[in-house]
């Protein structure tokens, strides 16, 4: 159908919207693009994640912004696709409907990520050794930044764990609250979410324990468990900074060393009893949307492996039979999964929904949107990767191959070349971290390390310019380059200990760049633009 408007001659010059009941809608600026809808998303996009639309905020109705951004519907509707596949606005149906802003969270990133690395055959193992990366420090960060008020709040959760010991999902449940709290009281936004992805991963292992109706083994999780958290609490009370990360380390490693008591710490992780659970429990509470319990089954036929990519499902009057659930209520179901990249629907003689298989590029791009809509800094990014990098460097020493040592050797000479030339050094800093983290051979460590490439490369032609008025940057680039060729050295010779710290000492480095300019304080959502 043509546009009577011509939509391709607003691709420069959107009419403003008027403001009507609501302020927040205002002109939107004059840019060059390609695409109307793209245009149309980005704006609404940033009106989301910065908080000038809150979430459960009802967007105008359809036709009503048609008529006031004068665009066609199709037009609106593209960009309203865009943003639903961004898990920033619900399109809800029926009388009342219509697109509704949401605040993206981490449920949806915990569940795509999970499914991404059952796929990739993830073990306990390689997920403890992630959190085993992760967590212990940010433990001792909690000792040193916690409130009176946050510790009252841990201990409020610690109760509830003791409460729930007798109920393995309630008590599941309990334990991520517990861990959540810990991470987000550390005071680093970027941890938060990065350990959030995987908490309900490792809840969905535990629960496979004390949930199988082995009443000796869930006594022995639940236990330790709650000693670990106890330990941990105690070293947090006493502001010991140190013996908080012991504590949470070894409430890790005792409570995985339980799991690994049932022989299944080398076979792969699997989320699909935790997701049933959950999804019985919402309905014998409520009666709870049907498209979202028939997108739960499909999404664990996918994880089981039952359903892969390219698959097609049936005609949807047959898995409407199968479901038993009206066509309406199917279509919405396959349209979740649809916004969680699962599916591929397509209409036509050819159409239907094809399974698509999960990505490290979706993953990290859901995950950096919720590091926009936090209000991440780039300092906050930057201390994180302070945390997170140097034992992951352990670990890339102690597994390098010839090859990979090889490749670290040439990247090395790349920066020792560019190091009065910042956008190239940048570029060689980057290419050494993607060769490093190739090597670890983890896919959870993986999936950390394509979250922070993502954010990084989005905010790196900011910190490059920025970079450019900083008359001792040449001087910084030096240093880290130096650190990166100590580093190279270290892993040759599959010293972690030294690798690790040769790391840290290269963040050291680079932080006066960040810390002691206006650039640390901007936002991630600000400087990916």
């Known amino acids: 159908m043509t546009n009577p408007t011509g939509d391709s001659e607003r691709a420069n010059n959107l009419a403003a919207i008027p403001p009507s009941d609501d302020s927040r ?22 009106e989301i994640l910065s908080g000038q639309l809150v979430a459960d905020q009802q967007l105008p ?23 639903e596949s961004q898990q920033l606005i619900e399109i809800r149906r029926g009388r009342g409907g219509g697109a509704v802003v949401r605040r993206p969270g981490l449920e949806g990133v915990g569940r795509y990520v999970a499914l991404l690395l059952q796929l990739r055959e993830t073990t306990l193992a390689h997920l403890e050794e992630a959190r085993s990366v992760i967590e212990p420090p940010v433990a001792e960060q909690v000792a040193l930044r916690a409130s009176d008020d946050d510790l009252d709040r841990l201990a409020t959760l610690h109760a509830a764990e003791r409460a729930a010991q007798d109920d393995p999902l309630a008590f599941v449940t309990a334990v991520g609250r517990f861990d959540q709290a810990v991470t987000r009281f550390s005071g680093n936004r970027t941890i938060e979410v990065i350990a959030g992805v995987f908490r309900d991963i490792y809840a969905g292992q535990v629960y496979s324990v004390i949930g199988s109706g082995d009443a000796a083994s869930a006594e022995r999780v639940a236990r330790r468990v709650m000693l670990g958290h106890s330990a941990f609490l105690d070293a947090v009370r006493g502001r010991e900074a140190s013996p908080a990360g012991k504590a ?21 992780i699997d989320i699909v009893p935790l997701w049933r659970a959950l999804a019985g429990q919402s309905a014998a509470e409520s009666a709870p949307r049907r498209a979202t319990v028939v997108a739960t089954e499909i999404r664990t036929r996918i994880a089981e492996g039952s359903l892969g990519e390219g698959d097609r499902l049936p005609p949807q009057a047959e898995l409407a039979d199968e479901f038993g659930v009206s066509r309406p209520t199917l279509r919405e ?27 490290t590029r979706v993953a990290a791009q859901l995950s950096g949107i919720v590091l926009e809509a936090r209000g991440t800094t780039l300092a906050d990014f930057s201390r994180a990767l302070r945390l997170i990098e140097p034992p992951i460097m352990g670990l890339v020493a102690l597994r390098s191959s010839p090859e990979q040592l090889a490749t670290l050797a040439a990247v090395a000479a790349d920066m020792a070349a560019a190091v009065d030339d910042t956008a190239r050094f940048v570029k060689a800093w980057q290419d050494g971290e993607r060769a490093a983290f190739s090597a670890v051979e983890n896919p959870a460590l993986t999936v950390i390390a394509e979250i922070l490439h993502w954010v990084r490369a989005g905010v790196d032609p900011a910190v490059t310019a920025d970079a450019k008025s900083v008359p001792w940057v040449a001087t910084t680039n030096r240093r880290a380059q130096a650190g990166f060729a100590d580093f190279v050295a270290a892993a040759a010779e599959h010293d972690a200990a030294r690798a690790s710290r040769v790391w840290a000492e290269c963040f050291s480095a680079l932080a006066p760049w960040i810390e002691d300019s206006e650039l640390g304080a901007r936002l991630v959502l600000d400087l990916i633009g």
């Open 25 to 46: 809608w205002r002109a939107l600026p004059r840019r060059n693009t390609q695409k109307v809808p793209h245009l149309l998303a980005a704006d609404l996009r940033r």
């Open 61 to 83: 109705s359809e036709a009503e912004l048609v008529a006031r951004l004068r665009i066609s519907r199709e037009t609106l509707r593209e960009a309203l696709r865009i943003l």
């Open 248 to 268: 949470w380390r070894d409430y890790l490693h005792t409570t995985s060393r339980i799991l690994v008591g049932r022989n299944i710490s080398r076979q792969p």
């Open 333 to 359: 179901a396959l349209r979740i999964l649809e916004m969680e990249y699962l599916l591929d629907l397509r209409t036509g003689d050819r159409g239907g929904a094809t399974i698509l298989r999960p990505s």
